[in-house]
């Protein structure tokens, strides 16, 4: 397919005039001595750096890159249609295949959502491991996102300190839920299980532990000038364009835009709790590192809260065996994901199946701004911005 | 040696000690399994910084892995594109190894005879224009890179290869500069000269005409990484940007080459830098009598120059290796940035300055 | 001046000295093999006394990769009529291991249990390893008994 292929048939939105624009600025080198010839680059669906399956066309002048257009739909499963086909409790191992690295996230927004339409309400105890959960996840999603978004800027270092603490994560995971990626660790109207006899003790461990090991990370990047070289004023997103583009989650959080759904609309545990909302002001690449750097800190802050109040009872609540929603009822429930806004729609029809699901990825709204980001940057930093992103793309694609 | 000569006459006696006959020893019984085992060291290195244990499955701690390295290189199919231009695709690999093996030609590894009073010349042959032709050769490599990267007919070679152009033929600059500084410090060219006037001053040129010979060392380092296409400066093979940069598309024995002319470059530098500024094979304080243990005068002269030679080179080594485990990759602008406008107007300043304290204080 | 350069050394340095010698986080897998948790959901086992044939498992299956055929028949000790099973078959290959059939079992204890702490599944053959009956589903002496995580 030639490039004006990709361009001519999307006159009608947003995003195709966006990427119209960026083609039609005036190209000063065509006033050379010499005729210059832009190359186009295929930037994945299989290269190191895009982070699954991601292809991004790429338009470059030497090393500048005059446009970008991401194509996705290389790990589409049709995630949503199978929801359909399936009961509400079976549907709850398919939302662990979405955002793959962050599964008990994906898991609670879809019970949340279930819970939603039903109208169950979950014991204090199974929202206090719900939370636990979640934040744990978010480290662990965190950790992952830090390792890659390294390695793909060279230091190649962290990537196995990271991936050294997260393997104690999934070790947490494995113990209470059997699994360490796909965990399907929720259902709707609580939790499956009870914290295992020692569970909390180990964890407490780990959260002690793990502040110094942040260090350890940040004495490799946060000063070095390399990395800050690389990262500082890099893929500037301003906060009014993040926020026209649905960008949610740190991205939008190093912007300048203090939104945060944990505080903003609390659930589960999260208002019972003490933790800070770490915003920055640029929007460049190491605003969006520090940010995330910040919230493993402030998620083991929650842990250990949630651990020390962790209140005794039942943890799942009474509800029939085959969960029916209303007729012509529907629900969406959104939580804060590691990557932003994950949420769920659902729309119930009195079978036991969802009528239709639609879900709200945060990895799919937030890549929607790179060909922004990486327009008139290096070729280096286009990877640099594609790692900060944090794009899964079993998200994107669904 | 005179039995030697005895024993094979005149003409014979010269071709098996002749210089070519020489490198080929020295690279095929020294070189080739130093690298191979650079390699290793440089997995298991990289390994412990890691918190992992590096290769340890062929043989005890991963001994034979270089051997089941090659192994698995030279019967690996050998591919070459279709649209490849097949002459300068085969041809690139042996523009990079080629100079790199021929510069250890110059590399004094030990004394001469005259110095240990008889027995062997540690080293393949003394050049008197010796910095110069380790410059010259050295630039011949970059071509290999250049050609490899634009005959693969891949975009990202490309990329890669024009990386490499620009970046080595700008490092170049301020080490050829920097380069120039010992050789002011000596007044002489031939790297065996060299080692000896540090003999002679009694001290390493890294210290000499402080902190200019600090600050030509400097320089000759970073240039020297960069050289080398090495952690931070890879940008040519940059996996996450350019997935292999200029090898992106060789297989087999062909990339092994490439291989072994960077690992070739790396060890060449660090022989330079080891000659030029860190003493070569003299021991540490030469002049002070207090540490003459430190000669190990039981063992023959020109071995234990050999052993001071390859502790120096092998720290070295291991700096590059530890850079490697540790930095990120600078961008390529910035990477331009720091060679024209940091590391060109130092190593001139320097270089003045040197010139300077040289003429009017000497 | 280059500080922030030698922190970076710094910390790579340390866990260089300190990894040399102490034991390194790997688990060198096929000599150190890692025991799973107790609640750890892998291969399959099947008690054939204790199922009920109620075919819940096979019903909770979000991707219907159970298949359970049964007939009934006078037991000639009891004059009682029970449920026979004529086929129990798990498509491993497709399984997720997400253990709602476990959860969805009815018995006490569970008939079909994945708490067997067996993971190495690999195999040469895709169609015939990977495609358990009952006979397999029952003798395979690696996998263990069920464990409850209370009795635990």
């Known amino acids: 397919m030639e490039w004006a292929d990709f361009t001519a048939g999307r006159t009608g939105d947003l995003h195709g005039r966006a990427i119209r624009e960026m083609t039609n600025t005036t190209n000063t080198r065509r006033d050379t001595l010499f005729d210059v010839e832009e190359m186009e680059l295929n930037f994945g669906p299989q290269h190191p750096s895009t982070h699954g399956v991601l292809r991004l066309k790429l338009k470059v002048d030497g090393e500048r890159i005059v446009d970008c257009y991401p194509i996705i739909g290389y790990l589409h499963r049709g995630t949503e249609k199978l929801f359909e086909l399936h009961p509400f409790f079976q549907n709850v191992p398919h939302t662990d295949r979405l955002d793959y690295v962050a599964a008990a996230t994906n898991n609670l927004a879809y019970v949340g959502a279930v819970e939603k339409l039903i109208g169950l309400v979950v014991p204090p105890r199974a929202r206090y491991i719900r939370t636990i959960l979640c934040e744990l996840q978010r480290i662990s999603s965190h950790l992952l996102w830090l390792a890659t978004h390294a390695i793909d800027i060279g230091a190649m270092t962290p990537f196995f300190y990271c991936f050294r603490e997260r393997e104690i994560i999934l070790d947490l995971f494995e113990e209470y839920c059997g699994a360490r990626l796909t965990l399907n660790c929720m259902r709707p109207g609580g939790q499956p299980f009870d914290l295992p006899v020692g569970w909390g003790e180990r964890c407490a461990e780990f959260l002690d532990d793990f502040p110094s090991k942040i260090d350890e990370y940040e004495g490799l990047l946060t000063n070095n000038r390399i990395w800050k070289k690389r990262t500082v004023g890099v893929g500037v997103l301003p906060a009014d364009l993040a926020q026209e583009y649905g960008v949610t989650g740190p991205m939008l959080r190093a912007s300048g835009v203090q939104w945060d759904i944990r505080k903003a609309m609390p659930y589960e545990a999260y208002g019972d709790v003490e933790f800070d909302i770490p915003v920055t002001y640029n929007g460049d690449t190491y605003d969006r590192y520090l940010v995330r750097m910040e919230e493993m800190r402030q998620s083991v802050r929650i842990v250990e809260q949630c651990l020390d109040k962790l209140p005794d009872g039942l943890i799942m609540a009474k509800s029939p065996r085959v969960l029916k929603a209303p007729k012509q009822s529907d629900a969406y429930f959104s939580i804060e994901g590691p990557k932003g806004e994950i949420g769920f729609y659902l729309v119930g029809d009195g079978t036991p199946n969802p009528h239709r699901c639609r879900v709200r990825a945060p990895s799919f709204m937030n890549l929607q701004v790179v060909p922004i980001l990486a327009k008139d940057q290096l070729l280096a930093d286009m990877v640099a911005v594609l790692g900060t992103t944090d794009i899964v793309l079993g998200e994107v694609d669904r | 040696m005179q039995e030697l000569r005895d024993i094979l006459g005149p003409t014979l006696f010269y071709y098996a000690f002749s210089p070519a006959i020489k490198i080929a020893v020295v690279v095929f019984v020294g070189v080739l399994p130093l690298i191979s085992y650079l390699v290793l060291a440089e997995r298991k290195i990289l390994g412990f910084i890691q918190v992992r244990t590096g290769p340890n499955r062929v043989g005890p701690w991963g001994l034979f892995q270089p051997i089941a390295d090659i192994m698995k290189l030279l019967v690996k199919e050998d591919v070459i594109p279709n649209k490849a231009v097949k002459w300068a695709f085969v041809l690139a690999p042996c523009l990079v190894v080629g100079p790199a093996f021929v510069i250890f030609a110059v590399i004094p590894f030990g004394p001469s005879a005259a110095q240990t009073g008889g027995g062997l010349d540690y080293f393949i042959t003394d050049v008197n224009i010796g910095v110069l032709f380790v410059v010259a050769l050295a630039t011949i490599g970059v071509y290999g890179i250049i050609i490899g990267g634009w005959s693969s007919n891949s975009k990202f070679s490309l990329l890669g290869g024009l990386r490499s152009a620009a970046q080595m033929i700008s490092y170049e600059v301020p080490q050829g500069f920097s380069l120039v500084i010992p050789l002011l410090m000596a007044g002489t060219m031939s790297l065996q000269g060299i080692v000896g006037a540090q003999l002679e001053q009694g001290r390493w040129f890294l210290f000499a005409f402080f902190p200019f010979g600090l600050i030509a060392f400097m320089i000759y380092l970073i ?140 | 001046m280059l500080l922030d350069l030698f922190a970076g050394l710094g910390i790579t340095g340390k866990h260089l000295l300190k990894n040399l010698f102490s034991t390194k986080v790997t688990v060198q897998y096929p000599e150190e093999r890692r025991e799973p948790a107790h609640r750890f959901r892998g291969m399959f086992r099947l008690d054939e006394d204790r199922c009920i044939k109620c075919t819940l498992c096979a019903r909770d299956c979000p991707i219907d990769i159970i298949y359970i055929d049964w007939h009934q028949e006078l037991n000639p000790e009891t004059e009682k009529k029970e449920k026979v099973l004529d086929r129990f078959d798990i498509d491993v290959q497709r399984c997720m291991f997400c253990g709602l059939c476990e959860e969805a079992c009815p018995t006490e204890p569970k008939s079909i249990w994945l708490t067997t702490k067996t993971y190495e599944l690999a195999s040469y053959d895709r169609w015939q390893n990977l495609y358990v009956d009952i006979d397999e589903l029952q003798e395979w002496k690696v996998r263990p008994d069920y464990t409850d995580d209370e009795i635990v």
């Open chain 2, 223 to 362: 240039a020297g990484v960069a050289e080398s296409n090495r952690n931070p400066f890879d940008l040519p093979e940059a996996e996450s940007e350019l997935v292999a940069g200029f090898h992106t598309e060789y297989t087999g024995m062909r990339f092994a080459l490439f291989f072994l002319g960077e690992y070739a470059n790396m060890i060449v530098i660090s022989a330079v830098a080891v000659t030029l500024f860190l003493g070569g094979w003299a021991r540490p304080f030469p002049n002070v009598e207090a540490l003459s243990f430190l000669d190990a005068s039981f063992l023959p002269a020109g071995l234990v120059g050999v052993l001071w030679f390859s502790l120096k080179l092998s720290v070295f080594l291991f700096v590059y290796i530890w850079f490697r485990g540790t930095f990120p990759r600078y961008r390529f602008d910035q990477l331009m940035d720091l060679g024209w406008k940091w590391l060109i107007p130092l190593s001139l300043v320097t270089l003045f300055a040197v010139g300077l304290w040289k003429v009017l204080l000497l």
